[in-house]
Structure formats: structure tokens, C-alpha cells
């Protein structure tokens, strides 16, 4: 037959006799051929000329492993590899990385079981179903205890070397507990176990007795429940890399059959489905139960909106399981006859519909006697008759709208049905709303939300989102909320004439209401007054309507261009010495006072002031240590506020006594009765003005009867300056 082993192949270069000699008379039973080798090159040699039609099995050591497990492979003919080794623990890391290595075991007797476990699995999978395979529990139950059988032997061997119960008087006990409630039990054994060796087993969430424990419920999965339903197997193995698959198969290692009910398929299956089955979802008190009873009272239709077509074929396959047997029973004790394959037909409306309307489906092909009793005996849990699983709006639609007058309270809320607990989360215009004091939202145990806003304000109008989510879906409602306000009305103006003292406190008051609260803009001639130390406004708070504006210090006219009282005048320096300007200034609000020197502004560095005298209104600039180059020109004062500019100029001029910067030359050469020009350079204020004399030997002469010096053929010339 095609699962039979052609060979088993055993590479060690240390290879044991007896151990060897032993394992080929424990194994006889489904291999007959055994080929031993010590070099890996021959063993690979042997391996690839094998045809591809051989079905061959490879026992290696952890170092000779390691070198030809990837070599062979993905070769058709390698069926399974078993790791022998006395380092378990190093050997696995790489080991795990290649799907034909089956088991990493450092035990003869553990290596033996786990390839003959492995051999009568592969041999059951590849069997075909008979069309009545169903229905023939007894063949089904035997195959089913002998595999079993394999599988706990497995599995008690490897628990028991964990936990070192070798020589323990109640280990049969313990094992059995460890079996069927998961590691959960041990704690009723805690006296039986060293503290250490205790506290190992149940800290350590990936160690080796959790690894124990899941191997066997996932071996328990595959052969128990898998050898009649062909669709669960395959189901298994294509939900084995989906994300929830460890953590199930790790919660059934923890807890055993706990949450397996009367189905464990439809148990498994559900917990698989839905990614929101989780251990806090299992916390949840009764929440498990409610999910069970309200599945299995209403069938496929209690998970509405279930839009993968092949996660609806998987669950009405497992609710098959559950109403299956629970149906026949029931059908035959009603002796009801199975005509014209009345019973599957039944049993299809049932795992669609639930047992009410699924029985109403086939109402017509049973008499009426028969039905009442049918009626009478179906296991309907009343609590949960008609309940969703998935989450669902109560209400004939999942969207409104509503409206609230400005600055009053409001709520909006909905209700929302399911199994499980709900978690609401609340929008405003697709943002996460937040919430405090003035927004809350409670919980009522019915299911309903309820959002609280206190005191609206505009910006809380738009659309609000309620988005609920349990463990099998989400579900939504939406509500706009629209802000109703009144228009603004003056209910008392200002009076048409008023007279104040100038000096005195001038006080404005209107009364006005609208919703939201009006916002006051107070104006003169058509300009907005700005508040500052002299305007001061007044906004109502709560109920009062009342807005005022106050003016300290009132004057004729309280909003004034800049103008000069008092103008500049222009100054006259000595250079070294400081330049002071001085001005008289008025204008409301108090204007901003600039000062320029030829155009630009003057910075307050080096010494200079700029000073203003709000209760003189007097404004100064004061320049030290004047100098004709840097000072001298024109000083611009420039006043501004928001109505008006104006500015005035003066001159500052610098005096300076006459510099020459520019020497005549001591000497020059020319020729008799040649022009010569001499040039003299010199700078003061007011501008120097220059005299030149003639001089020849130190004395000077008449420029009109210049004669040479008798004693000389020079010529000198000076200028005064």
C-alpha cells in the first residue's frame, strides 16, 4: 500500500549495537528493511538512488544531522527524520527550520514511539472514506482507540521524563489530570513535586511540559475528532500559520478540555474563527457559555454579515458535528422515519436556522403528532432563543439626526445587542472624541451608550460616530448633531447723547442676547477702539446681558492723529560735545515716536537716549560726544498711531575747528618759468577759509615782488589757514 516504509535508515558514526538491534525488533511490525551507516557520503549516495516511489524514514545523529538533512530533504522519497541526539535543546534550533524533521528525542524508547504514533497517523490520513464512514462509529471508534492509544503513550512518555515521575506511585493519575484538564491541574499535586521541578512546570509558558501537552491536543485534534470529518483536517492544516492557531492550541494546553463543551470540533472552530476569542474574552464571566448557547439554539443565522463565504462553509460544517447526533436521537425517539433523506435535509435547516426554524423548514414532511413531540424535547436554552452572536443596531436604522439649542445639555445614544462584552468607542467627525467633565459617556447593562454634552458650544456640532466591537465584529451608528441658535438683538442701546466731565471716568452700557452670547465690537467715527490702559471693556458672564465699556481720563476728543505742540529747533554744536532735541507731542492712542538721523533710524547705542514723558507728553533725544563726520545733517522726529503720521525736521550742525588732513609738499622741483599748482587739504565747520604767503628763507614778501633769496635759488610758499 502507498503508506507503507520501504526503509529505515539510521546515520550515526557512533552507532549502538544493541540500541540499533533493539529498535529494528520494535519497529519490525511496520518496517521490515533497515540500512545502518557510519559515513554521511555513503548514506547520501544510498539515499539519492533511491527511486522516488520509496518511502523512506532517516534516524541521525545531532552533528551528522545538522550536515545532511539539507541535502536530502526535499527529496520526494524522504518521508520523515528523527533526530537522535543527547543535546536536545541546540539540535532543535536548527532542526526547526525543516518540516520532515518530525522529532528532536534523546530516549530510545521515546524515538521508537513517536515514529510508530507518526506511521499510524500518516497511514489514517491517506486511507480513503468510505460513503458510509460516517455512520460506522464502531470500525471508526477502533481505529480511533488504537491511535489513541499511540498518541497517549507518546505523550505520557515525554510528561513523565518533564516531570520526573518515573518512579512516582500516582503518576498514572497525574498524567491522566495533565490529559484531559491541562497543565491547570498540576496545582492539585503541588506536594507531590519537588519546588523546583513544580515551579518549572508552571512558570515557563514555552517549556517542556507545555510543549508536551500541545503536541498531544494537537495530535488529539487531527485523530480524535479529524479521522470521520475530512474538512476539519484540512481545516487544521490550513489555519496552522493563522496567527490565533498557537495561542488556542496553547489555551487548550493550559485549561484541557475546559471549553470543549459537548462539541470540541465546534469549539475548536469557533476559537479559531474569530480572532476576538481570546483569554481576556474567556475571563469574561458566563461570556463563553452565552456565545454557545446562542450558536447553537440559532445556528449560522445567530452570526449575521459573515461575508467569507468559506468561514460560513467551515462553521455550518462544525454545527453539523454538534446537531448531529443530538437530531438523529431525537428524531428516532420521536419514530420518525428516515424518508427520502429526511434527516440530512433536517439537519441542514438546523445548522442554518437553528433548531425552531430549522424543524419549521421540514414541518410539512412530519405528522403532526410527531412534530408536537419534536417541539416538546428540542434543547433550546429560552435565555438566549433569537440573540445574535454578532454585534447589531437596535433601532430600524443605524443613522439620524438631532438637534440642541446652543448652550444647553444634550445626549445621544444608542443600543446595541451581542454576545460578550461590548467595547464602545465614540467619534466626532471621524477624530477620537474625547472626553471630561462636559463630555461623559455611560454604560447601561442593556447595552445601550449614552453620550452626556453639557453646555453646547458650536464647535460640537457634527457628526458623531458610536462604534461598538465584541469578539466577532464591530458594528456602528451615526448621528449629526445640529446647533440651533438666536439671532443677536440690542434690547437696550446706547444712550443718543452723552456728556462727561473731561478727566472723569466715561462709562458705555448695552444690553444685549442672542445665541451663542453675542461678541460686542465698540466703535468711534467708524473705527474700532482697541482696549488698552485707558479703554477698558467689560463681557457678561453666565445669564447677564449687560456689556460696558469704560474710557479713564476722558478727553475732547478720545481718538486723535499725532500732531506737535511743541517743534523741534535745529541745533549748533561743538563737536565732543552732546546734542539735545527736544519736542512736545499729542495724539490718542499715545503715538509711537521714531527718531532719524539723514533719513535713517537712530539706534540706542553708544550713548544715545530716547526718552518720552507720558504725563508731559514731552519726547528727547539726546546725542553725546558729537562728531562733525558721524552727526552732522538732518534729525527727523516721527510720530505715529493707527490715525495718523506726521514728522518734523531740523538741522544738527557740528562746529569743529579747521584740520588739515592734507600737507603741502615739503619740496618740489620745477622748471624756471613753468606754472605749478600746490594743494592743500583741509576740513572744519564752518567751512575753513585759506590765505598763502610766500616765503624764502624764512621770510615772507610780497607776492606782487617776488624776487629769489640772494642766497638761495629755493622759493617757499605756506598757506594760513
Not at 615739503?666 to 610766500?694: F, H, N, Y
Request: net charge negative; proline share 4%.
Amino acid at each position: 500500500m502507498g503508506h507503507d516504509i520501504s526503509c529505515i535508515i539510521w546515520l550515526d558514526a557512533n552507532v549502538n549495537t544493541n540500541e540499533r538491534r533493539n529498535a529494528e525488533q520494535k519497529l519490525a511490525s511496520i518496517v521490515k528493511h533497515f540500512e545502518k551507516f557510519q559515513d554521511k557520503e555513503q548514506c547520501q549516495k544510498y539515499i539519492e538512488e533511491r527511486l522516488g516511489k520509496d518511502r523512506l524514514i532517516i534516524i541521525v545523529s545531532g552533528r551528522l544531522g545538522k550536515e545532511i538533512v539539507p541535502s536530502v530533504h526535499n527529496l520526494q522519497q524522504v518521508i520523515s527524520i528523527y533526530v537522535y541526539c543527547m543535546d536536545k535543546k541546540s539540535n532543535e534550533q536548527w532542526a526547526c527550520s525543516f518540516t520532515k524533521v518530525k522529532a528532536v528525542v534523546v530516549q530510545l524508547d521515546e524515538l521508537i514511539s513517536r515514529i510508530t504514533t507518526d506511521h499510524n497517523i500518516q497511514k489514517t490520513m491517506e486511507e480513503p472514506l468510505s460513503s458510509d464512514f460516517v455512520t460506522t462509529h464502531a470500525d471508526a471508534g477502533k481505529l480511533n482507540n488504537v491511535i489513541d492509544d499511540e498518541v497517549l503513550k507518546l505523550a505520557k512518555n515525554e510528561i513523565i521524563r518533564t516531570l520526573d515521575l518515573e518512579e512516582h506511585e500516582i503518576k498514572d493519575e497525574i498524567i491522566s489530570d495533565l490529559l484531559e484538564n491541562g497543565r491547570q491541574s498540576l496545582s492539585k499535586y503541588k506536594e507531590e513535586f519537588a519546588p523546583k521541578v513544580y515551579r518549572t512546570a508552571m512558570n515557563e509558558n514555552d517549556g517542556p511540559l507545555m510543549e508536551s501537552l500541545t503536541k498531544y491536543f494537537e495530535q488529539q485534534w487531527k485523530i480524535k475528532y479529524g479521522s470521520s470529518n475530512q474538512w476539519f483536517i484540512l481545516f487544521l492544516e490550513e489555519y496552522k500559520d493563522v496567527v490565533n492557531y498557537d495561542p488556542v492550541l496553547k489555551r487548550t494546553a493550559e485549561y484541557g478540555n475546559k471549553y470543549m463543551k459537548d462539541c470540541p470540533i465546534l469549539s475548536i472552530v469557533l476559537q479559531l474563527l474569530f480572532e476576538g476569542i481570546d483569554n481576556k474574552f474567556f475571563d469574561e464571566t458566563n461570556v463563553f457559555n452565552d456565545l454557545w448557547c446562542a450558536i447553537t439554539d440559532n445556528g449560522l443565522k445567530s452570526i449575521e454579515n459573515f461575508s467569507d463565504n468559506k468561514k460560513r462553509s467551515v462553521l455550518l460544517q462544525a454545527l453539523r458535528e454538534y446537531y448531529r447526533p443530538k437530531l438523529f436521537e431525537l428524531l428516532e425517539k420521536s419514530k420518525i422515519p428516515d424518508e427520502d433523506n429526511l434527516y440530512e435535509l433536517t439537519l441542514e435547516n438546523i445548522a442554518k436556522y437553528g433548531w425552531l426554524q430549522g424543524l419549521r423548514e421540514v414541518e410539512e414532511r412530519i405528522r403532526v403528532k410527531h412534530f408536537k413531540i419534536l417541539l416538546e424535547n428540542i434543547p433550546v436554552s429560552g435565555d438566549t432563543s433569537g440573540k445574535q452572536v454578532q454585534l447589531k443596531v437596535e433601532a430600524p436604522t443605524s443613522v439620524n439626526e438631532q438637534t440642541c439649542m446652543f448652550g444647553k445639555d444634550t445626549q445621544i445614544s444608542w443600543k446595541f445587542s451581542g454576545i460578550g462584552k461590548l467595547r464602545v468607542t465614540w467619534f466626532l467627525n471621524d477624530q477620537l472624541l474625547p472626553t471630561d467633565n462636559r463630555l461623559q459617556v455611560t454604560e447601561t447593562d442593556d447595552g445601550t451608550s449614552i453620550l452626556t454634552i453639557r453646555q453646547v458650544e458650536l464647535g460640537d456640532q457634527g457628526v458623531y460616530i458610536t462604534r461598538v466591537t465584541n469578539a466577532f465584529g464591530e458594528a456602528e451608528a451615526q448621528t449629526t448633531l445640529k446647533i440651533d441658535c438666536i439671532k443677536p438683538v440690542i434690547n437696550a442701546d446706547l444712550n443718543s447723547a452723552l456728556e462727561v466731565t473731561k478727566g472723569e471716568i466715561m462709562a458705555l452700557k448695552i444690553v444685549a442676547s442672542g445665541t451663542p452670547k453675542p461678541d460686542i465690537v465698540w466703535m468711534k467715527d467708524d473705527n474700532e477702539l482697541t482696549p488698552n490702559d485707558r479703554i477698558q471693556v467689560a463681557t457678561p458672564n453666565g445669564n447677564d446681558d449687560k456689556y460696558t465699556m469704560a474710557i479713564l481720563n476722558a478727553q475732547p476728543g478720545d481718538q486723535e492723529p499725532p500732531v506737535f505742540i511743541v517743534k523741534l529747533t535745529t541745533q549748533k554744536v561743538k563737536q565732543g560735545t552732546t546734542a539735545v532735541f527736544l519736542t512736545k507731542i499729542d495724539g490718542y492712542p499715545t503715538p509711537t515716536i521714531t527718531w532719524l538721523l539723514n533719513g535713517k533710524p537712530l539706534v540706542t547705542k553708544e550713548g544715545i537716549q530716547v526718552q518720552f514723558d507720558a504725563t508731559t507728553d514731552e519726547a528727547k533725544l539726546s546725542i553725546p560726544n558729537i562728531d562733525l563726520q558721524q552727526h552732522a545733517g538732518s534729525i527727523t522726529c516721527r510720530l505715529e498711531n493707527p490715525y495718523g503720521c506726521q514728522e518734523e525736521t531740523v538741522q544738527l550742525a557740528v562746529l569743529a575747528a579747521p584740520i588739515i588732513t592734507t600737507q603741502l609738499p615739503k619740496e618740489q622741483e620745477i622748471m624756471s618759468g613753468e606754472d605749478v599748482t600746490l594743494k592743500v587739504v583741509v576740513r572744519g565747520s564752518p567751512q575753513p577759509s585759506a590765505q598763502c604767503g610766500w616765503m624764502s628763507c624764512g621770510c615772507e614778501f610780497d607776492r606782487s615782488s617776488l624776487h629769489p633769496c640772494p642766497y638761495s635759488l629755493s622759493h617757499y610758499k605756506k598757506a594760513c589757514i
